[in-house]
């Protein structure tokens, strides 16, 4: 007898990560789900088919990995779009011209490029707030806001926001919270249990886990939502192929082995870059010294392989990332290698010069996604492209930068 596993069972994050969303294949018994390459599907009769008539609608690799991300994101219904961007802009497509919109001031570059150089232009309106702050994002609504969109922790500053107390917020004027949980993955936080009504993901980041594909995905609880969704979906095309939802769904069933060795690794080089910077200048969620620690402790259960440090000169930046060896000068996070970045050049490169500046986003901020690497391989590689960075100039070089990151009365 065929067993099926229940997404509904009271299972642990590891199983459902490699169990949840797929059903067993009917011709041999494959284990792994099939990647289903073909374009449309052979109908029984005029009216009659097998629940699929066109792959843009419906194919069933993607729709293994829309259940199994869904699963694990304690949502109902799960969409799989062919990149992060594709997916955020057929979200947005929830929405029509006067409506206004809430989002966080520090989201990743091409987040605020898609709604600056192409969404404001179609008639929607957009507040950037401090959203550190939940006042402020109430201070900021109207009566036509119909949406809350935040990154938590945000790229690259790594600034979070209270889900619970934004989502009470949204809910109280009618509006949705939509969170980009991108950097935490289901693993270390699931927003739609804190109270959003959307969460999604660049599935090339940590859902994938081996930068080899290029893939977005959302997922919902309310059935209203996921009917809008499924129709812009569908009718707007931007769909995951196959072979990239198989990728993802192969990324998926370790995502929490690989999370585990990224917090550990992320944990152990920010204690290192702190000795070297001081704590002023290194961004990590997981060190007791982040102004907002307390809150990652409420409501992450881990703290990921995500840091910025501010070297505070581009010349001091350009010196560490022409040095590394183990670390790779790249685009891109998430994957089981480790990569170092300049956000100002390269993630955040279409954000405009002063407003990167008010955010602190400085020619002297690199960015590190910490990768499974042996971390003794790792800090050795740090050590030597560190070295010659005269200490003196190296501590307090962002102190103007992170005071600015000081919110409420929360200890520096």
Wanted: glycine share 10%.
């Amino acid at each position: 007898m065929t067993r099926v596993f229940d997404e509904d069972l009271a299972a642990g994050f590891g199983t459902k990560a490699i169990h949840a969303g797929q059903r067993p294949e009917p011709l041999a018994g494959a284990i792994m789900t099939p990647v289903y390459l073909t374009s449309t599907y052979v109908q029984d009769g005029l009216g009659q088919n097998k629940g699929y008539e066109y792959a843009r609608g419906k194919n069933p690799t993607r729709e293994a990995f829309e259940r199994n991300v869904a699963t694990l994101e304690n949502g109902r219904h799960g969409f799989a779009f062919s990149s992060g961007m594709g997916c955020l802009d057929s979200i947005m497509k929830l929405f029509r011209a006067g409506d206004h919109i809430v989002c966080a001031e520090n989201v990743y570059g091409g987040t605020f490029r898609l709604f600056d150089k192409l969404l404001s232009h179609l008639g929607l309106s957009f507040s950037y707030v401090d959203t550190r702050d939940p006042q402020r994002v109430a201070d900021a609504m109207t009566p036509e806001t119909r949406a809350i969109i935040v990154e938590t922790p945000s790229n690259p500053l790594m600034r979070l926001t209270d889900i619970a107390a934004v989502a009470d917020i949204a809910r109280r004027r009618g509006a949705l919270l939509i969170v980009d949980n991108t950097f935490a993955s289901p693993y270390f936080q699931r927003p739609l249990d804190l109270g959003a009504d959307i969460v999604f993901h660049s599935t090339t980041k940590y859902l994938n886990g081996h930068s080899d594909m290029i893939g977005g995905c959302a997922v919902c609880r309310d059935d209203g939502i996921a009917e809008r969704l499924q129709f812009i979906h569908n009718a707007a095309g931007a769909v995951a192929g196959p072979f990239d939802a198989w990728l993802a769904l192969r990324g998926t069933k370790t995502l929490h082995l690989r999370m585990r060795q990224h917090d550990a690794n992320g944990r152990d080089i920010a204690k290192w870059l702190v000795e070297q910077v001081g704590y002023e200048n290194v961004y990590y969620v997981g060190l007791p010294t982040h102004p907002q620690h307390e809150l990652a402790r409420r409501q992450m259960s881990g703290f990921g392989g995500m840091i910025s440090v501010e070297l505070g000169t581009r010349e001091r930046a350009a010196h560490v990332l022409g040095r590394v060896r183990v670390f790779s000068l790249a685009e891109s996070l998430g994957g089981v290698e480790s990569l170092i970045s300049q956000p100002a050049e390269m993630t955040h490169a279409s954000v405009p010069p002063d407003r990167r500046a008010a955010l602190g986003i400085t020619p002297g901020l690199i960015r590190l996604s910490c990768g499974v690497e042996d971390v003794g391989d790792l800090l050795a590689d740090l050590e030597q492209a560190f070295a010659g960075i005269p200490a003196n100039e190296k501590r307090g070089a962002g102190r103007a930068e992170r005071s600015r990151d000081t919110i409420g009365s929360a200890a520096p």
